[in-house]
């Protein structure tokens, strides 16, 4: 027998209330309500956390840099979509103040406000010390670390304005900086790439320093080998996999994925307590293997 004041597809059984659309509130996403900006996120690690966290709930805004064809991030937002969320497409060279500022401006204006920044955008510019260029050298630091301070420094100053919205979030704001294992392992051939990614490590924890006053929460995500175009020389061959493999305790090549699961535990309140950490999403990679038998 059905109690009146029970709806559509509650019942008791053995004296117990069975609910499934009070399950189905109770189990809210993640990111419900939030809204997010990915940098570089028409490819690669940063498309994969822009769908999850478009899948966690949260409307994600795609920025790319020269996705002439806009292939990529239009997949992503479809999928963003197909998800049951929201978002929309950005171009935008984070390495250029003014138009980061104008980034911001115009996600203020269609969203109101911002709450969690993933600031991915990287790349490689691969050269022996003897032949780097001072090109080669800026173009490396002004997109991994420039335009990782440019986006963090929008997103912090939106975050201590705003403070805490009740019901969103515990923090104000989050910050998830793409560093990567190479944040501690020094890496010959690419200096520049190493330079800037040990500067993440100490920007990183910087802010989190200065920030955690405003509840605002600033952490790393440090991948080791992930397969994406950026690194496709050391795994597109068996041969190329296997020595990468040598590197690789966990005994497989990461995929995009295994990042994206970590951003959104790193965005959502499952990780309330978590500033100012790297947390290395790398099958062992920093474990130094090369000591496994040796030394
Ligand atoms: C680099 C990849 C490399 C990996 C492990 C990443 O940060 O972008 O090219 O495979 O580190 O060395």
Redesign the pocket.
């Known amino acids: 027998m059905k109690a009146p004041w029970l709806h559509h597809g509650a019942f008791f059984f053995a004296g117990i209330l069975f609910d499934p659309l009070e399950e189905n509130l109770a189990m809210g996403k993640l990111l419900d309500g939030q809204i997010a900006l990915v940098t570089g996120s028409s490819s690669g690690i940063g498309a994969a956390i822009a769908i999850a966290l478009g899948e966690a709930g949260a409307k994600v805004v795609v920025n790319h840099h020269s996705d002439k064809s806009l292939n990529g991030a239009e997949e992503v937002l479809e999928k963003i979509k197909a998800a049951g969320s929201d978002g929309f497409i950005r171009q935008c060279d984070i390495s250029k103040e003014e138009e980061v500022r104008a980034m911001f401006a115009e996600i203020f204006s269609r969203y109101g406000t911002v709450d969690i920044v993933v600031a991915n955008a990287?790349i490689?510019q691969d050269a022996s010390l003897l032949d780097m260029t001072l090109e080669q050298w800026n173009k490396v630091i002004s997109t991994n670390l420039t335009g990782q301070f440019l986006c963090a420094r929008e997103a912090a100053r939106e975050f201590k304005r705003r403070g805490v919205v009740e019901g969103r979030s515990r923090a104000a704001g989050k910050i998830i900086c793409m560093s990567?294992?190479?944040e501690v392992?020094p890496?010959s051939g690419h200096v520049n790439?190493a330079a800037s990614?040990g500067g993440v490590k100490l920007l990183m924890q910087s802010m989190a320093q200065e920030l955690a006053p405003y509840k605002i929460r600033v952490n790393s995500l440090a991948?080791?080998?992930?397969k994406t175009r950026?690194?496709e020389d050391?795994w597109d061959t068996p041969e190329d996999e296997k020595k990468l493999l040598e590197?690789i305790p966990y005994g497989r090549v990461g995929v995009p994925e295994d990042v994206a699961k970590a951003a959104v535990w790193l965005a959502s309140d499952e990780s309330d307590y978590v500033t100012g950490t790297t947390l290395f999403v790398d099958g062992g990679?920093t474990l130094y293997p090369g000591f496994a038998d040796n030394g």
């Open positions: 990287g490689q990567s294992v190479h392992i890496w790439y990614k991948p080791g080998a992930i950026i690194n050391a590197l990679m």
